[in-house]
């Protein structure tokens, strides 16, 4: 079955707090994306990850970093996260550039 | 710089009308024009694609037209259902821009019974 699971789906924190947003697919896509969704913002880019340790920036990395150290597992890691990281999260693979991705439920980050 | 617009930010129409979203693109490498749909509370999904060797995509009631000289393309969906009300984004993607797809920021559809 295909799917992206996203781990956890709400999430409370202080400012200033580590976060770490967890994804992981089962369809063995070599590429693997973190976005936010922000109302009237659309989706935006932070990283993409072309497979194991083959990272990239998206538009918006200031703040975030990834790891990839499995194919099927990608992670969004936040230092001392700031208010304004409050958003919703969306972990998204896909094959190859087939431009077709597959989203994750998403991840509900609160920063207070 | 926003690579992908969106227009109307919001668009509200009859049960039974053609509703009509429209987008733009700034880079000519894009070449792969893929619509997402999205509801409350739900992930984004894949509904319809286009590349530009096409000017016209169509799928049951959702079709792409598509201007490459106007680097514009529109997404029609006819006879509009209320379970059609979402938002759309509009998306592009290239070869040669390592696999990055960008978003244009949606357009909220409402579909009034």
């Known amino acids: 079955d295909m799917k992206v699971t996203q781990m956890p789906r709400y999430l409370i924190k202080r400012m200033g707090e580590n976060v770490l947003l967890e994804c992981g697919q089962d369809m063995s896509h070599e590429t693997m994306y973190w976005y936010r969704q922000d109302p009237g913002l659309g989706l935006q880019l932070i990283y993409i990850?072309?497979?194991?340790?083959?990272?990239s920036e998206g538009d918006i990395p200031k703040g975030y970093r990834v790891s990839r150290k499995k194919r099927e597992h990608f992670s969004l890691i936040l230092d001392s996260a700031k208010t304004n990281q409050t958003s919703v999260y969306f972990c998204a693979s896909s094959s190859g550039n087939t431009g077709q991705l597959y989203f994750g439920e998403g991840s509900k980050l609160t920063v207070l | 710089q926003q690579q992908v617009r969106q227009s109307p930010q919001s668009l509200t129409v009859w049960e039974g009308e053609t509703a009509i979203l429209n987008c733009s693109y700034e880079?000519?490498?894009?070449?792969?024009f893929p619509w997402y749909w999205q509801f409350p509370r739900e992930s984004p999904a894949l509904l319809i694609a286009i590349r530009p060797v096409s000017n016209k995509k169509e799928d049951g009631r959702f079709t792409i037209f598509f201007n490459k000289r106007e680097k514009k393309l529109s997404l029609h969906i006819t006879d509009s259902q209320p379970g059609d009300s979402a938002t759309y984004f509009c998306a592009a993607s290239s070869d040669t821009n390592a696999y990055k797809v960008i978003f244009g920021k949606g357009t909220h559809l409402h579909v009034l019974p």
């Open positions: 990850s072309y497979d194991v340790d083959s990272n």
């Open positions: 880079d000519s490498t894009f070449d792969y």
